[in-house]
């Protein structure tokens, strides 16, 4: 439980087994390649570098991932093919160069045929579209094309229902010119009408028609019928679906699982160009440099050297934090906020303790935990999560048995369904609940000055850690002294040493405040204000009354859910309780999760976390759907 020392590696090798040496580097996946492209700046380095033609490489590669990503997910479309969460991943086969770019070919070949399917399935939608149109004028009866007809003018469309024929005409009447008005159809909302008059009248009735909000149809003929054409299109909607069917049928369900290990064969080149991107080689070497943690070992080979040496103090070393399988998970919560320096103290396993309890306590229900840590379960069980992978899933896990322990001790289980006997009823003794989180606040707080003294110690600053530190303890411990009488009740000869520890580290940090500073003034004016932090220290305490009130606000909602169900019935209250303890779980387990990190990044590492490590990024396969065999 710790930050692992780091060894720095050089490797120099011939340039034909530049690949090899990579491709086992890959395999074993905890060595971290450096970048070493900074050389280029120099123009003594820059012709070893051919970062330009990797580029290119890395480029055709990204495409040809586009393009395989694509295909998965036009087979997944075509045939439902869903996979499952829980479903454990296929074994990584690695391939050839001919047979990957032979499996490459199938994939354009489904890309294509996907086009084809779409563009097919676009026509039927717009030929339906067409039909639909055409239907309500199945009984118009005229088969010549309508444009060929040069002085008679056939006008298409429809009107508004609530209009009678006897108002068209009407209004058509005042034009005075010759026309004949035919009502081929109706519907609920519209008139389908055929007006036939000269060409030369085509204007003005469409004009005079606009009063009516004539809507125009333009129908095109080609010596047939409208029944004709309906017919036509019916015909063709059908090759069409043929051809849909026989093209779907060429695209096979199991070429899936082939194209995922392709993807990741590439993912793969792809990843290994990168890492060539950022080494030096010349015509018939190369060199490179990195860190593995301590302890790993890279076989020296009669192809290539390898030189080893310890870090160093100036060495921009990545870190690589190494805790057990229960800490491990937490990681991921401090790695948010920043990864440690190499210099600092690992918080994991302490903060872990914390987060725990925290979380518990915010969601304080044994039914809830239960549920978390059931189905975290089942999801790491099904899904066979490797070492570092699923870190929620599991942490979700372990707050969810602190939660059953809450839930018991505050006697909730999905609310007030069964009848636990409590040790604090939360919504009776609010008080004490107030008290046990505010408690757990000024533990917490103390924990991370402590943590701030042990590293203070650590670098050999014991003057810091007594001045900045002790002095602190001995202040905030006598005021807490002088306050728990005023709330709680006399606590006896505790008030009296209260007072003398507060008067003792107030003067100590008054003198020891501004001891960086040369002024005698500017020392003691120094000090007098940094007591002002006290301010920020019983601030930081009352931040944790958050855990009081996540706590009142998960066992009301449950059981206002409780109490709902009752109201509607036995039946109906199935539906009620699943769904409103589902919400109230999910709401606050995403409570709990977010106010438990807070409570860490703000209060906790406040006190003594510096962070600003690199994080140690192993050169090593990054599957996407498959499983990487490990072979060392």
Not at 344 to 350: C, K, S
Request: overall charge neutral.
């Amino acid at each position: 439980m710790s930050i692992a020392k780091m060894n720095k590696v050089t490797i120099i090798g011939t340039k034909d087994k530049e690949e090899e040496i990579l491709k086992k580097l890959m395999k074993q996946g905890f060595f971290q390649i450096e970048d070493m492209s900074h050389l280029v700046e120099d123009e003594e380095f820059k012709e070893i570098f051919n970062k330009e033609e990797k580029n290119d490489e890395i480029s055709k590669i990204n495409q040809k991932l586009v393009k395989i990503e694509k295909a998965i997910s036009n087979i997944r479309k075509y045939y439902k093919v869903k996979k499952s969460m829980f479903a454990e991943k296929e074994i990584y086969k690695e391939l050839s160069e001919k047979i990957a770019e032979s499996s490459f070919f199938d994939v354009e070949k489904v890309n294509t045929l996907s086009e084809t399917i779409e563009e097919n399935k676009t026509k039927i939608e717009e030929l339906e579209t067409l039909k639909k149109e055409l239907e309500p004028w199945v009984s118009f009866s005229i088969s010549t094309n309508l444009k060929d007809i040069n002085y008679i003018k056939i006008i298409l469309g429809t009107i508004d229902l609530k209009y009678k024929k006897e108002q068209i005409e009407n209004i058509l009447d005042k034009e005075k010119v010759d026309y004949s008005i035919n009502v081929i159809n109706k519907d609920k909302a519209k008139m389908y009408v055929a007006i036939t008059t000269k060409s030369e009248n085509a204007t003005q009735i469409k004009r005079a028609l606009r009063q009516l909000k004539f809507d125009e149809k333009n129908i095109e003929l080609e010596n047939e019928t409208i029944e004709e054409k309906i017919e036509k299109i019916k015909n063709y909607i059908t090759e069409l679906e043929k051809q849909i069917q026989s093209d779907t049928e060429k695209i096979k369900p199991e070429q899936i699982k082939i194209f995922e290990n392709l993807y990741d064969y590439y993912l793969s080149r792809r990843d290994l160009r990168i890492a060539q991107r950022n080494i030096v080689t010349t015509k018939n070497t190369f060199y490179l440099e990195g860190w593995m943690p301590e302890g790993c070992k890279i076989e020296n080979n009669k192809e290539f050297i390898i030189k080893v040496r310890e870090e160093q103090e100036n060495d921009d070393v990545p870190v690589l934090v190494k805790n057990n399988k229960i800490v491990e998970p937490f990681q991921s919560i401090t790695n948010m906020y920043s990864v440690p320096n190499k210099h600092e103290l690992d918080p994991n396993p302490i903060m872990s303790i914390f987060y725990i309890i925290f979380f518990g306590l915010m969601l304080s229900d044994a039914g809830y935990g239960l549920l978390l840590t059931l189905g975290c379960l089942f999801m790491i069980k099904k899904k066979k999560y490797a070492r570092g992978e699923g870190n929620l899933i599991k942490l979700l896990a372990y707050c969810g048995v602190s939660a059953i322990a809450w839930g018991l001790f505050f006697g909730s289980c999905f609310g007030n369904i069964f009848p636990l006997k409590a040790v604090i009823d939360p919504l009776k003794d609010v008080m004490p609940l107030m008290g046990l989180a505010l408690l757990f606040g000024i533990i917490h707080i103390y924990v991370g000055m402590f943590m701030k003294l042990i590293q203070l110690i650590k670098e050999k600053k014991v003057l810091d850690a007594i001045f900045d530190v002790v002095l602190w303890y001995l202040l905030l411990t006598g005021v807490f002294l002088l306050v728990i009488p005023i709330v709680a009740g006399d606590i006896g000869i505790w008030s009296e040493i209260g007072k003398y520890l507060a008067i003792v580290g107030a003067i100590g940090l008054v003198l020891t405040g501004g001891r960086h500073e040369k002024n005698i003034i500017k020392k003691i004016i120094k000090g007098i204000t940094g007591l002002y932090d006290i301010t920020g220290y019983f601030s930081d305490v009352l931040s944790y009354s958050r855990l009081m009130a996540l706590c009142l606000s998960t066992g009301v909602i449950a059981q206002v859910v409780n109490l709902l169900a009752e109201l509607v019935g036995p039946v109906p209250a199935i539906f009620v309780g699943i769904i409103g303890h589902g919400f109230n779980l999910a709401n606050s387990a995403l409570g709990s999760y977010v106010h438990t990190s807070r409570l860490q990044y703000v209060e906790f590492f406040g006190k003594f976390y510096e962070g600003g490590g690199k994080e140690f990024t192993p050169f090593k396969y990054k599957n996407k759907y498959t499983k990487f065999k490990e072979e060392f």
